[in-house]
């Protein structure tokens, strides 16, 4: 048991690990992760099966990486608990018992006689320390006075504080790994949506897409109202990198979609045989509607964004309209006049596919379907951890490295009127400043008469 | 005055501040050192301008494209070691820090980068571009510093291996306590702006404070590299050369989260 714990107390444990976890990391960052098993395939070859099975396309999410951090959580854990008694001891009961070789075996140190008495250079040191914000304490005899002044100590917590952080940070991860509650809802215009263990709906009041100039999109704009019981609680316009927070419930502007599998179209029929033959008609997904006594009209698909897989069946290849077609057929008196694709943005294309035995031709003018905008539902009781770490972490560093703790031992010994005194510093950063300190202090006590 | 008649004037201030950080090495004389410092100050409030009057031409950050990013970067490690020079008192990593500055202020301005403002996905429209952006470059010109200070130890160590003579300001301890000091500046910078508010804004884009996104892992990677550094010199006493060697990996990384995986992995992170 004492090896194990001894193992994990080492710091060249703690830096093993911290190498294996950065070497994991890059590992995770040249191989796409998440993807299809197919995509491996195609990529990867026969190393797809070996990958998934080392669990390296879900890397950080599997069993060894997350090992790896728990060790290294453990590791820390063990290390700064192990290192907090001493540096609280040394915080509490600074010592006073040393003798001049002590203190001139320490980097920092200076021997010098004063003329003054032990009393009145006691007196004199402590209000030099005083001006420079130090604090000390002290233990004195009849011949012999040792000091011990300190200043900024809660330096030396810097680090502690920075593992702490670390570890809130990383139990943070694991809250949110283990209870964060998370939901995609797709929300039409006055649609309102129960949120799932919330209990209470959001409803959508409107949604629209903001442009620049150029086309460009701006921002989506979710107008969402909250309503509880019945009663509307609250309404925020959300937009991206504007969420509403409700009861810890985080509503994120996600995405945004039509559906085009009930899309509405306007053609405009054409027939060479009567001059003003020009008609225009409204046809939904799947409906049949009468043009006139012998005209019929169906339309059997619509596709945003038309394109031939490899097998030569349109299919949509996204769900912005960047090519709209309709599948429509067109009937005569029960007699097929027309049956094909019509597009958008080539009016011409269909005219090559006329159906047989008719003047008649058709345009797709226009295509709506309704628009829903996707809300991200977030409930993450890790964050307030993670946000509580990292105001940690920031201050802990501030202490570890600009906070310096800094602390001279005086050792005083009346000699027939005159009094020797012996200093040392313990400084471990910023020596330079430090050593400057401390020939001021001894330069302030000399010219003390 | 337009912005892109300001930013070929600071590039040309600077790199006729590193002439005269260049003139001073090999003179030996500290007075064109001071020069340099003073031309390149010129240079830094002429950057200074060029940027305002980019935010104020594009309406947004001046960091949302690579061009911009570049520019910002380059400005970033000016002011890094503006105020380097002024806390160290040391003239001598400049030269080399300018010939950073200069590659990058070059890269900026080829032809390669694509010089006209898009406007800001709905995603970039946050303060928190402001805050996450210039912090985190911050921070990682500061590891430039460590970066150039450490390449100068490892080759004072050569010369003073081979015997040669080493001027005073180069000496190997001086560089290996500057790469500190650096180290100590952009580590808590480099946290705040990279990782802190890096999360803070994910969270309030995406719904989520980390996607284990390749910039973000590779953020995480450089943090752990310099996290590396600073135990191994506290508690291993590794000072000098392997110290060194990992400040040298640690810029590396940050410059690979910087650029190379914009370029050669794709993530939620590549707008530009
Ligand atoms: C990425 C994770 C870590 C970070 C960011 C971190 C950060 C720090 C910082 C900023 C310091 C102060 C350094 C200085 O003053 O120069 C420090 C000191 C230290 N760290 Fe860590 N640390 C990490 C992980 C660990 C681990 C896993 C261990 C050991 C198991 C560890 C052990 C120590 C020790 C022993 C010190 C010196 C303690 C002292 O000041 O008394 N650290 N750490």
């Known amino acids: ?449 | 005055m337009k912005e892109a008649t300001l930013f070929p004037l600071a590039f040309l201030l600077y790199i006729l501040a590193a002439f005269f950080y260049f003139a001073s090495h090999f003179s030996r004389r500290e007075k064109l050192a001071k020069s340099g410092s003073a031309v390149a100050l010129v240079g830094f409030l002429v950057h200074n301008l060029a940027l305002i009057l980019r935010t104020i031409e594009t309406g947004h950050a001046p960091f949302t494209n690579m061009y911009e990013s570049l520019s910002f970067f380059a400005w970033s490690t000016v002011l890094a070691m503006v105020i380097a020079e002024r806390v160290f008192r040391f003239y001598r990593l400049s030269a080399y820090l300018m010939l950073i500055v200069i590659a990058l202020m070059a890269l900026a301005s080829s032809p390669l980068m694509p010089k006209e403002a898009m406007p800001l996905v709905p995603a970039l429209q946050s303060y928190w571009l402001w805050l996450h952006v210039s912090v985190t470059l911050l921070g990682e010109a500061f590891f430039a510093i460590a970066f150039v200070a450490s390449i100068l130890y490892l080759l004072a160590l050569r010369k003073e291996k081979a015997g040669e003579k080493i001027s005073n300001s180069l000496n190997p301890e001086k560089l290996d306590s500057l790469s500190y000091r650096a180290v100590a500046i952009g580590f808590p910078l480099f946290t705040l702006g990279g990782l802190v508010f890096g999360m803070v804004w994910a969270n309030v884009a995406w719904g989520r404070y980390w996607s284990w996104d390749p910039k973000e892992v590779w953020s995480l990677i450089t943090w752990f590299v310099f996290a590396l550094y600073l135990h191994t010199r506290i508690v291993m006493g590794w000072k000098g050369r392997r110290s060194a060697w990992i400040a040298i990996l640690g810029f590396l990384a940050a410059l690979f989260t910087y650029f190379g995986v914009n370029y050669l992995l794709s993530g939620l992170h590549s707008y530009a």
Not at chain 1, 171 to 184: A, E, P
Not at chain 1, 191 to 220: I, M
Request: glycine share 6%; proline share 4%; with cysteine.
């Open chain 1, 1 to 449: 048991m004492s090896s194990l714990i001894r193992f994990f107390t080492s710091v060249k444990v703690a830096i093993t690990l911290l190498i294996i976890l950065t070497l994991a990391s890059i590992l995770g960052t040249l191989i796409p992760q998440g993807r299809s098993h197919e995509e491996y395939l195609l990529h990867y070859g026969q190393l797809a099966n070996l990958l998934e099975k080392l669990q390296l396309t879900k890397l950080y999410q599997s069993f060894w990486y997350l090992t790896l951090l728990f060790l290294f959580g453990l590791n820390l854990t063990i290390c700064t608990l192990l290192r907090l008694p001493p540096k609280i001891k040394r915080l509490l009961q600074p010592r006073v018992d040393f003798k001049p070789p002590d203190l001139e075996a320490l980097r920092f140190h200076h021997s010098l006689s004063l003329n003054l008495s032990l009393d009145s250079a006691d007196q004199a040191l402590r209000e030099i320390l005083k001006s420079r914000h130090y604090r000390w304490g002290e233990k004195k005899t009849e011949t012999e006075l040792t000091i011990n002044a300190r200043k900024r100590m809660a330096g030396i917590f810097g680090s502690d504080i920075v593992h702490l952080a670390i570890l809130l940070i990383l139990f943070g991860g694991i809250i949110s790994g283990l209870l964060s509650f998370r939901t995609d809802l797709a929300l039409h215009e006055g649609e309102v949506a129960e949120v799932a263990w919330a209990g209470f709906s959001v409803r959508l009041n409107s949604f629209e897409t903001e442009y620049y100039p150029n086309g460009q999109v701006k921002d989506w704009k979710s107008s969402l109202t909250v309503v509880e019981n019945g009663r509307e609680i609250v309404s925020k316009i959300v937009e991206v990198n504007h969420p509403l927070n409700h009861k810890n419930f985080m509503f994120y502007q996600s995405a945004y979609g039509w559906d085009w599998d009930k899309a509405e179209v306007e053609l405009l029929l054409r027939s060479a045989e009567a001059e003003a033959g020009e008609k225009r008609v409204k046809v939904k997904t799947g409906e049949k509607i009468k043009v006139d006594d012998e005209t019929e009209i169906q339309l059997h698909r619509f596709l945003p964004d038309f394109v031939l897989d490899e097998n030569k069946q349109p299919f949509s290849r996204s769900n912005e309209p960047n090519n709209p077609a309709a599948l429509v057929e067109i009937t005569k008196n029960g007699e097929k006049a027309f049956s094909g694709w019509l597009f958008a943005r080539f009016p011409e294309f269909s005219q090559l596919h006329p159906g047989k035995g008719s003047s008649l031709s058709a345009e797709l003018k226009n295509y709506s379907a309704s628009q829903y905008s996707v809300i991200h539902v977030s409930r993450d009781p890790g964050t307030r951890f993670i946000w509580a770490g990292c105001i940690l972490i920031m201050l802990g560093l501030a202490l570890a490295f600009y906070w310096l703790p800094r602390e001279i031992r005086f050792y005083l010994r009346s000699e027939g009127g005159r009094t020797a005194l012996t200093a040392g510093g313990i400084a471990t950063k910023n020596r330079e400043s430090f050593a400057k300190e401390m020939e001021t202090i001894i330069a302030l006590l000399r010219k003390k008469k």
